[in-house]
T-cell receptor
Framework: QQPVQSPQAVILREGEDAVINCSSS?????VHWYRQKHGEAPVFLMI?????EQKGHEKISASFNEKKQQSSLYLTASQLSYSGTYFC???????????????FGTGTRLQVTL | DTEVTQTPKHLVMGMTNKKSLKCEQH?????MYWYKQKAKKPPELMFV???????INESVPSRFSPECPNSSLLNLHLHALQPEDSALYLC????????????????FGEGSRLTVL
């Protein structure tokens, strides 16, 4: 089962803030966030590890609630370049061998306007 | 070099054709992935190779056949595809989770857009 994101879509004016939520029915090992612009590949933004450690983007922050199996991405003072589709991803640790599995969430389309 | 290169960028094929998609990375990553993405949907995992061995197959039909000839290359062989297989096929690579690098951040190529007639 893929993580469910909300909202499905959001339109912001430049400078406004947004929160994107990601909720999983499976235990989250670590949470990835990616942004995909139209016609382009997904680009890594941030990873949140169990225990609260966070690695990633300078101007975008995120939280990870392991108990609730939820993560949120916070976009502050949005810029036009923030437009795109945001995906969370649940990274499952290897069950056999060394291969991990990243399952993407349902996605949130973000449009930033002037 | 932090690129994942996919060829071709666009491919049109008939249902009886045999074609291949290619992916190359030179970041020293030992995990490589194929994802399929339909319009306005998230990428769906198809296969994972770890240390050149097929580790995960997400119940993908046998008309898709992956191959990892070496640690830098990943192929996806296509045969007798159906029109519903038309999609963007994304290749990605990462360090495996084993060892000190525990992030597993995926680096994606720009994808191969496949149309099956």
């Amino acid at each position: 089962q893929q993580p469910v994101q909300s909202p499905q879509a959001v339109i912001l004016r430049e400078g406004e803030d947004a929160v994107i939520n990601c909720s999983s029915s499976k235990a989250l090992y670590s949470v990835h966030w990616y942004r995909q612009k139209h016609g382009e590949a997904p680009v890594f933004l941030m990873i949140l590890l169990k225990g609260g450690e966070q690695k990633g983007h300078e101007k975008i922050s995120a939280s990870f609630n392991e108990k609730k199996q939820q993560s949120s991405l916070y976009l502050t003072a949005s810029q036009l370049s923030y437009s795109g589709t945001y995906f969370c991803g649940n990274l499952e640790p290897p069950t056999t061998g060394t291969a991990s599995k990243l399952t993407f969430g349902t996605g949130t389309r973000l449009q930033v306007t002037l | 070099d932090t690129e994942v290169t996919q060829t071709p960028k666009h491919l049109v094929m008939g249902m009886t054709n045999k074609k291949s998609l290619k992916c190359e990375q030179h970041m020293g990553h030992r995990a490589m992935y194929w994802y399929k993405q339909k319009a306005k949907k998230p990428p769906e995992l198809m296969f994972v190779y770890s240390y050149e061995k097929l580790s995960i197959n997400e119940s993908v039909p046998s008309r898709f056949s992956p191959e990892c000839p070496n640690s830098s290359l990943l192929n996806l062989h296509l045969h007798a595809l159906q029109p519903e297989d038309s999609a963007l096929y994304l290749c990605a690579s990462s360090h495996p989770l084993r060892g000190p690098r525990l992030t597993g951040e995926l680096f994606f190529g720009e994808g191969s857009r496949l149309t099956v007639l």
